[in-house]
Nanobody, 117 residues
Framework: VQLVESGGGLVQPGGSLRLSCAAS????????ITWYRQAPGKERDLVATIIYDGSTDYADSVKGRFTIARDNDKNTAYLQMNTLKFEDTAVYYC????????????WGQGTQVTVSS
């Protein structure tokens, strides 16, 4: 079982990035995918969720700027981040949780996003 995030990097305020979360070793379509982020010295916070049925939810801080999506054929989830702000700087993690088996809960290793001028 593996979740691998990619797409992080350094971007100027107002810029965009697209993060990817590539899954392997499990039935991706049966899992809810959630993006979290953790800034230095802060708790890990939920950013966006896409349920196995495709419905989505977002933290208020990113609504209207970030979009979560999934491609079950490619076993990959995405987080499109637009109009990035300094406060979006963090390590971004993806998490996969089975739709009913709570023990099936996986995390990626994270990808760094830095918003700086």
């Amino acid at each position: 079982v593996q979740l691998v995030e990619s797409g992080g990097g350094l971007v100027q305020p107002g810029g965009s990035l697209r993060l990817s979360c590539a899954a392997s070793g499990f039935t991706f379509s049966s899992y809810t995918i959630t993006w979290y982020r953790q800034a230095p010295g802060k708790e890990r916070d939920l950013v966006a969720t896409i349920i196995y049925d495709g419905s989505t939810d977002y933290a208020d801080s990113v609504k209207g700027r970030f979009t979560i999506a999934r491609d079950n054929d490619k076993n990959t989830a995405y987080l499109q981040m637009n109009t990035l702000k300094f406060e979006d700087t963090a390590v971004y993690y993806c998490r996969a949780r089975h739709k009913w088996a709570r023990s099936l809960d996986y995390w990626g290793q994270g990808t760094q996003v830095t918003v700086s001028s």
